[in-house]
């Protein structure tokens, strides 16, 4: 049986899709505003902004984005809302939640964490 | 007349859409880029863009500074987004007033790395349908009428000035 509050978000129904899997230790990259980061910087956007109204792509905006390669993460620096922020390496075991490459960048994953993990002392400023 | 766009392709994606191309109700194309971020809105700064300079920015010859600063059309937009780009009017904006806060930095450049279905290939701007081509062609008969009802507002806005 599935363990209650098992995300650490509320999320909607079907979701995380069935096609998304645990990770196995493997490496990814996500942006940070500090280093260290903090609690906010693994909060999804549904979760940072519960005001605005998402409809289609509720599952999406309720994950997590990560790279698995740190120059497309890094590209995403020069974009205006990312200009001041950091990377951080994080290795991702299996009880972190599951992944899903989305998107049309093959190194972009979606990642639903669990409510077990916390990413914050494993993460390695890049 | 007011511009108002839909979402057609999410270009870059992290943690939600931060490039995206639109359309409006001509099917002239935007790209439309995430520049704040507030509590209940995201603004999106956009401009027109052909199906030919979308090209190759997907193929990287072009960045994405050098199509804000200098689109096809001398336009700028912003558009405040609640939650999903549906039904969005444009607000026009000024060049003087862009931020450089909402600027790219001048090497950012973008490869479509494969084939979406949800990228459409993209339509020429100002591709119109049949209703609005004969729209146009039925005020264009009445443009000689409507130029001589101008100059004569005109002359009587001068004489009740003078």
Redesign the interface.
Known sequence: MEQENKWAEDLPPNCPPEMAIPPKNEIFYR?VKQFPPTEEDFY??RKL?P???????KC??S???IFSDLSECA?????????NKKIVQLKLPSESGVILQ?????S?YSWWKTAAYNPISFCKEV | MQRVIQHQATLIDYDSPQLVVAYDQFNVQYLCLFVECTETVDKFLCVPVSALRLKAFYQELVSLREIYENPESDEWFYADVVGEIENIRLIPIARESLSEDWLPEPEFYFKKMKAQDSVVESSPIHQFSKQQIQDLLDLLKYKPLLELLNQQHSLTVSINTS
């Not at chain 1, 005001?51 to 289609?56: A, G, L, N, V, Y």
């Not at chain 1, 590209?75 to 200009?83: G, T």
């Not at chain 1, 989305?102 to 093959?106: A, P």
């Open positions: 942006l999804s956007h902004y005001e605005k109204r998402f409809k289609t792509n999406r905006v994950s997590l984005s590209k995403l620096l020069q974009l205006p809302l990312h200009k989305t998107g049309n960048n093959s972009h």
